[in-house]
């Protein structure tokens, strides 16, 4: 992972987004409607060509939902190529047996996201394999505090990654409905996983605007 220390150079457009987000009032909401986590969801959906999108406020939350959006969990075993020492404890700790074994299909491929690769975001995906189902992408190097999504085209993954989560989709639509809409879904155990709208918000204006930071 990159060293999250932002430079000068991105002072400007940092103050920007920040100022952008704090002037609107955006700390934290579970509102069914809440805006800027779908906007994220949305931006990250365009820039990796991929149809789901799941946000988290940590990269472990968002590789625990890579794998059990796969039905990866205690005793199966997973294959992450050249995992560091965080992903190996974190796998371990989930009671997942990481392998090398060429037969077990690669369970995701992950890119972390800082200032200075912003503006060849698209061309750093395009150059990862394709053949996991899931991308993880990190944005805690940004600065906005930890920050993590998956992105993927099953839509079940995407259901069982937002069923991980306390306050995911399908929670918002029970608080609010009072009908459980997908019960199979549940997982045994769910975990505090919710992104901040307002470190949505900062990663979405971010993205926004990346293309814009040489013009500034």
């Known amino acids: ?3 999250a220390q932002i430079s000068k150079s991105h002072f400007f457009s940092l103050s920007f987004v920040l100022s952008r987000v704090l002037t ?3 700390i934290m909401s579970i509102e069914k409607n809440e805006s800027e ?11 990796t060509g991929k149809k789901h999108v799941s946000l988290f406020n940590s ?13 990866i ?13 965080q992903e190996r404890k974190f796998i371990r700790w989930l ?14 491929e992950r890119i972390a996201v800082g200032w200075d690769d912003l ?3 698209e061309a750093r995906i395009s150059s990862l394999s394709g053949s996991a189902p899931v991308l993880v992408l990190d944005f805690t190097p940004l600065g906005f505090g930890p920050a993590a999504a998956i992105a993927a085209n099953d839509a079940l993954i995407w259901k069982k990654a937002e069923r991980l989560k306390i306050f995911g989709a399908f929670d918002l639509q029970t608080m609010w409905t009072q009908e459980e809409s997908e019960p199979e879904l549940q997982p045994a155990v769910q975990f505090n996983y919710r992104l901040s709208p307002l470190v949505a918000a900062c ?6 605007r990346r293309n814009r930071a040489n013009e500034d």
């Open 1 to 3: 992972m990159k060293n």
């Open 24 to 26: 609107s009032g955006v």
């Open 37 to 47: 986590l779908k906007g994220l969801e949305k931006s990250i959906s365009k820039i």
């Open 59 to 71: 990269y472990t939350g968002a590789v625990h939902a890579a794998l059990w959006g796969q039905d």
């Open 73 to 85: 969990g205690h005793g199966s075993a997973a294959r992450i190529e050249d995992a560091s020492e």
């Open 95 to 108: 009671g997942v047996e990481r392998t090398d074994q060429t037969s077990v299909p690669v369970s995701f």
């Open 119 to 121: 503006n060849d975001l």
């Open 203 to 208: 990663v979405k204006l971010t993205l926004l």
